[in-house]
């Protein structure tokens, strides 16, 4: 089965400061997609931005951007201009593109520091 | 459309008895998982349904199951509760047909067993 790792417990950044939080993952497909999912505190997990293994261009959403290696399996996500609003557990997941079932890591809290 | 909804959304029980939980997946989607979320172990991924049939299935006993209707609603059952089965269940439910479709989550129900 396919492992989502991430090593990052817990993570703090100031408001209007980057953050990176990381994600590696192990598999020996080559076709995959990868996600950035997103849990505030009220509990709805929404979807952050989302990834195509085969495109190798990174993929941006406003502040939101992923750095993707395929070679070294990492796919972190690069928050910039932090808010408050940003404070709240990332989840990154992984699906086989043949595959049904979405593998996630252990998530990373994140805290913002006004 | 209406987001994925999910009932009860607080539930308390005690040990040995048996709950139910019910998911309604966004319209038009007929994929729906369900995931067990505890604060140390994550999202655990219990199974998944589509188009009634159960397609894929976590590591969990037998006393979790699950099943789906026609209209793609889902219920999940877990029979002689255990103290451990506290949790938060997400359901999430997903369109099937593109490459990269998404699963999206509900807000999850609050299971807690005394």
């Known amino acids: 089965a396919q492992t989502v790792t991430q090593s990052q417990p817990e993570m703090s950044v100031q408001e209007a400061e980057t953050v990176t939080l990381s994600c590696t993952y192990d598999?020996?497909?080559?076709?995959?997609?990868l996600f950035w999912y997103k849990q505030p505190p009220s509990r709805q997990m929404i979807l952050v931005i989302r990834?195509?293994?085969?495109?190798?261009q990174n993929a941006t959403e406003n502040r939101f951007s992923v750095n993707f290696q395929k070679a070294a399996k990492s796919f972190s996500l690069k928050i910039s201009d932090s808010q408050l609003g940003d404070a709240a557990m990332y989840f990154c997941?992984?699906?086989?593109?043949?595959?049904?079932?979405?593998?996630f890591g252990t998530g990373t809290s994140l805290t913002v520091i006004p | 459309k209406a987001g994925v909804t999910q009932t009860p959304r607080y539930l308390i029980k005690t040990r040995g008895q048996q709950v139910t939980l019910s998911c309604s997946p966004i319209s038009g989607h007929r994929s729906v998982s369900w995931y067990q979320q505890t604060p140390g172990q994550g999202l655990q991924f219990l199974f998944e349904?589509?188009?009634?049939?159960?397609?894929n299935k976590g590591n969990f006993p037998g006393r979790f199951s699950g099943r789906q209707f026609s209209n793609s609603r889902s219920e999940m059952n877990v029979s002689t509760l255990e103290l451990g089965d506290s949790a938060l269940y997400l359901c999430?439910?997903?369109?099937?047909?593109?490459?990269?479709?998404?699963?999206?989550f509900g807000p999850g129900t609050r299971l807690t067993v005394l």
């Open positions: 349904y589509f188009s009634e049939t159960q397609r």
């Open positions: 990834q195509e293994a085969y495109k190798q």
């Open positions: 598999t020996s497909e080559s076709d995959y997609y």
């Open positions: 997941a992984y699906r086989s593109a043949t595959g049904n079932q979405f593998y």
């Open positions: 999430a439910s997903r369109p099937t047909g593109t490459r990269m479709d998404t699963q999206y």
